[in-house]
């Protein structure tokens, strides 16, 4: 993680016999369940302080506020991608909005390829994810089996996958790998043999040839999915889903929308279980 630069606080004033000792706060690590997009990616954050006149204790309080809210505040919203015709006229709300979470669904809803459940499930997960992103097997792996069996099971959620594929070229392989399988519906076979078989970022575990040993094993037609794969057909739909997904604010994998409400990272069931459930009441 890139360190932040310390921000110089003020001086004191001259009233004052001895500046007011002020703790620098630790960083928060919102990390820690996920994958943040590149630096370089990230909009420059500038901080200018213009009075000197401020007290010191009015002047900590302002950075205390400006680090916890930049370390603790999951999407910062960039200008538009490249490689998008046009950029979604909606974000990820900030802040409990029942009118912005419904129009994000919609929006995004209608971009999503791949769902598991019931469509008329009355709460929708829609993953963000990147077939490398340790994180996200780590949702697969522990996460994902407790709400398929709870919940899309039982007819009360259904889940969609969005690609967003950053990290790297085996990640956008996968990514149009998973979609070739999907010309054979089989799209979350190959999608769950993916994220079983992480290996590293860019090591050769979702280089091409295992991508095609993948659908070999899986007993699809290898002559079509290799035709798929070689040819790059979905090369650019996966940029375009990429693109979109951080138009709208994603800026980690794995990123959640709940009917709207954003889960950042491979957090624990219980709070799955907790948003749902009170989408459910």
Same mark, same amino acid.
């Given at each position: 993680m890139k360190k932040e630069e310390d921000i110089p606080l003020q001086k004191p004033l001259k009233r004052r016999k001895k500046p007011v000792p002020v703790e620098e706060p630790a960083p928060l690590d919102v990390q820690e369940e996920s994958v943040p997009v590149e630096a370089q990616k990230q909009p420059a954050v500038t901080i200018t302080i213009q009075s000197w006149a401020t007290p010191i204790i009015g002047t900590a309080m302002l950075v205390l506020g400006l680090l916890v809210g930049f370390?603790?505040?999951?999407?910062?919203?960039?200008?538009?991608?490249?490689?998008?015709?046009?950029?979604?006229?909606?974000?990820?709300? =900030?802040?409990?909005?029942?009118?912005?979470?419904?129009?994000?669904?919609?929006?995004?809803?209608?971009?999503?390829?791949?769902?598991?459940?019931?469509?008329?499930?009355?709460?929708?997960?829609?993953?963000?994810?990147?077939?490398?992103?340790?994180?996200?097997?780590?949702?697969?792996?522990? =996460?994902?089996?407790?709400?398929?069996?709870?919940?899309?099971?039982?007819?009360?959620?259904?889940?969609?996958?969005?690609?967003?594929?950053?990290?790297?070229?085996?990640?956008?392989?996968?990514?149009?790998?998973?979609?070739?399988?999907?010309?054979?519906?089989?799209?979350?076979?190959?999608?769950?043999?993916?994220y079983s078989s992480q290996s590293g970022e860019n090591q050769g575990a979702f280089n091409k040839d295992n991508l095609k040993k993948f659908a070999e094993e899986l007993g699809l037609d290898t002559s079509a999915f290799n035709e798929?794969?070689?040819?790059?057909?979905?090369?650019?739909?996966?940029?375009?889903?990429?693109?979109?997904?951080?138009?709208?604010?994603?800026?980690s994998t794995p990123t959640f929308l709940i009917n709207g409400k954003a889960v950042i990272g491979a957090q624990p069931f219980e709070i799955f279980q907790q948003t749902i459930d009170s989408l459910l009441k």
């Open positions: 370390y603790s505040r999951p999407f910062l919203l960039a200008g538009s991608p490249s490689g998008t015709n046009s950029a979604p006229p909606v974000v990820i709300p =900030t802040e409990d909005n029942s009118a912005a979470q419904a129009q994000l669904m919609e929006t995004v809803i209608a971009q999503v390829r791949h769902f598991k459940g019931d469509p008329d499930a009355p709460v929708t997960i829609i993953e963000f994810a990147d077939f490398q992103c340790p994180f996200c097997g780590r949702f697969f792996a522990q =996460t994902e089996p407790q709400i398929n069996e709870q919940y899309i099971q039982s007819g009360k959620v259904r889940l969609g996958y969005f690609h967003f594929a950053f990290l790297g070229p085996e990640s956008n392989w996968a990514a149009e790998a998973a979609e070739c399988a999907a010309d054979q519906d089989k799209f979350w076979e190959y999608h769950d043999k993916l798929c794969l070689d040819s790059g057909k979905y090369a650019q739909l996966i940029r375009d889903e990429s693109s979109m997904a951080s138009s709208i604010g994603v800026r």
